[in-house]
């Protein structure tokens, strides 16, 4: 019976300042850092081994993954990076303050341009240059639905995941809030009309145990022993 544990990334300094962020490279704050180490506690109590870790390209998830692993005593396993694994990309909001746009175009706006699937932020005018997807070709994005990400984000599970689970061997993925969405979205195969109510807080560990198939056979968000 394989088991996948997703987690988000301990807070960063955008969360903290509730700034749209996406594909800007943004530290972990202090919170956020002991989020991490808590989170790797958690996953260590359950006893859990993993085959291999994935994350994606921005450090406050590369971060968040190597203090789990060090909490876990797992630091010698493959660890894959991608960019596909990346947050979602807020195009023209980024770096802006969420409560400074919500004054500007109202809640309701700002509610469909967050977490809405389809509906696409403002766009970047320019495309960003970024030697780290340079050297694999890929182009930054203008900006991004969640459907866009959750687009970018399967073949990625279908291809490096999935195939590692049907083998029987447990997976961890760290990344983050929007992406993780797109990816229980299709994993539990929630309606566009849903995904709007579905969070993933900072250092929270998920677990999925699957059967043969990769069919769901439970879900829960993991605790601590000690936890009342």
Known sequence: MPTLVIMRHGESQANRDNIFTGWSDVPLTETGVSQAHQAGRIIFESGLQFNDVHTSFLKRAIITTHIVLDEINQNFIPEHKSWRLNERHYGGLRGKNKLAVKEKVGANQLKIWRRSFSVV????????????????????????????????????????????????????????????????KFLENISDEEIPNIEVPNGKPIRYDFDDRLKILSKQFMTSDNDS
């Open 121 to 184: 932020p403002p766009l970047l005018k320019k495309r960003d240059k970024d030697a780290r997807y340079d050297r694999y070709g890929v182009k930054v994005p203008l900006g991004e639905s969640l459907q866009m990400a959750q687009q970018r984000l399967i073949p990625y599970w279908i291809d490096q995941v999935a195939p590692q689970l049907l083998d029987n061997k447990n997976q961890l993925i760290v990344a983050h809030g929007s992406t993780l969405r797109a990816l229980i």
